[in-house]
């Protein structure tokens, strides 16, 4: 089964940028769902972005304008591009996979996050 390990969180002063990392090992598929989600401590979980292996990105409203998800096949890893950052930022960032995509629109809420089934140990970002 696949394993995937973040990296890049850190802490940063409001407005600036971070880079997110998620390498995907073990099993992989030419066809997947891969995503990042964000969790507050005693807080819900919330999606912030989603990328499709036809290349098919998806955002949350929290993202659009400010993060940008990007994936290397060659490098089987998946990235968060985090710009213009806010406190509301803050948050532990998890990366989530889809292995193999059976069809189904990658997605970031709704029932669908259900179908990610792989999860990463998570990155924490702080802003102040």
């Known amino acids: 089964h696949v394993q995937l390990v973040e990296s890049g969180g850190g802490s940063v002063q409001a407005g600036g940028s971070l880079r997110l990392s998620c390498v995907a090992s073990?099993?992989?598929?030419?066809?997947?769902?891969m995503a990042w989600f964000r969790q507050v401590p005693g807080k819900e979980r919330e999606g912030v972005a989603a990328?499709?292996?036809?290349?098919?990105?998806t955002y949350a409203d929290s993202a659009k304008g400010r993060f940008f998800i990007s994936y290397d096949d060659d490098k089987k890893t998946l990235y968060l591009q985090l710009h213009s950052l806010k406190p509301e930022d803050t948050a532990i960032y998890y990366c989530?996979?889809?292995?193999?995509?059976?069809?189904?629109?990658?997605?970031?809420?709704?029932?669908?996050?259900?179908?990610?089934?792989?999860w990463g140990q998570g990155t924490q970002v702080t802003v102040s």
């Open positions: 989530a996979a889809e292995m193999p995509n059976l069809g189904s629109a990658c997605v970031v809420e709704g029932p669908g996050v259900g179908r990610y089934h792989r």
């Open positions: 073990g099993y992989t598929s030419r066809s997947f769902c």
């Open positions: 990328y499709d292996s036809d290349t098919t990105r």
